[in-house]
């Protein structure tokens, strides 16, 4: 999410205003236009990266350490002249994972059925998803490679997004940043949340509904309830890649931080969290939710 943010030192503020510039000489545009646009909701001393593509270009030589990108693209293919194959319709996206936005990672691989624990092995669930993470691998200050959604410029995250029907796009938040109604969301209470959002409404009911069935408080952001009150979290842009699809609709959740720590029963590691996410069994309720909504979906896009 673009409001969630940690504190930074202070040269962020100019690192903010170098990365704007840069962008603006690459692509030819004027500055001031491109220093407008490039982070108008990060306040000063924090970073907010133009694009991928400035942020890969600043960082070059650091992918690996400083940041790592991941995906798969499942091979299919038809050699009948007289029958049709099925195809991959849903494609997860994880565009704040690692240290960014934690448990969106381990989420984005658990939801397209493999291990967070091995995902370069073997899938664990017989349906499996393509899919696409950006990841932060820094031991702090991960809000520093942040890029916001709708300024996602990399090729295999929209290319994966572009040759799907739906996406489903995980992302991070804060559970005060909402706020909600105390009457109904007490800051006392239970502060898991996930906010549902994008452009396509039957993909939203569906999480809402799945959600909700297995224990985890779910919201509409584009109810007619919830649509001013969340409107910076309800993943309707254009530009972002969770509606970047063949149908130029998809769907978003934007989890608090307390539903995320939830699923794991160590939470504040990169190791804690691959090693754990099948202990309180938490994380599984949470992935299955996601895939019976996607499954949902599916059964009525019919393949022609």
Known sequence: MTTNRSSTPPSASRRTVLTALAAAATVGSPVLAQLASAAPAYAAGEVEHASNTALYQALAGQEGTTFSRRFRRHEQFDTSMTTVAPVRRTAILALHGGGIEIGTSELCLGIAGYSPSDAAGAPILPTVHDYWMFEGLLSQDNRDL?????????????????????????????????????????????????????????????????????????????APAWATLLADFNGDHTANPANRTMLGMGAQLELTTELRKSLFTDPDSRGGRASTWDRNGEFVKFRDACRRAIATVEAGQPLL
Do not use: M
């Open 146 to 222: 942040h890029v916001t959604s709708k300024n996602c410029d990399d090729h295999v995250a929209l290319s994966t997004a572009a040759s799907h029907l739906n996406v489903l796009s995980l992302h991070g938040c804060q559970f005060d940043q909402l706020k909600l109604p105390t009457g109904t969301y007490p800051p006392t209470g239970d502060r898991r949340v996930a906010v549902v959002g994008g452009l396509n409404k039957a993909f939203r009911t569906a999480l809402v509904q799945e959600l909700n069935a297995a224990g985890f408080p779910a919201i509409d952001s584009l």
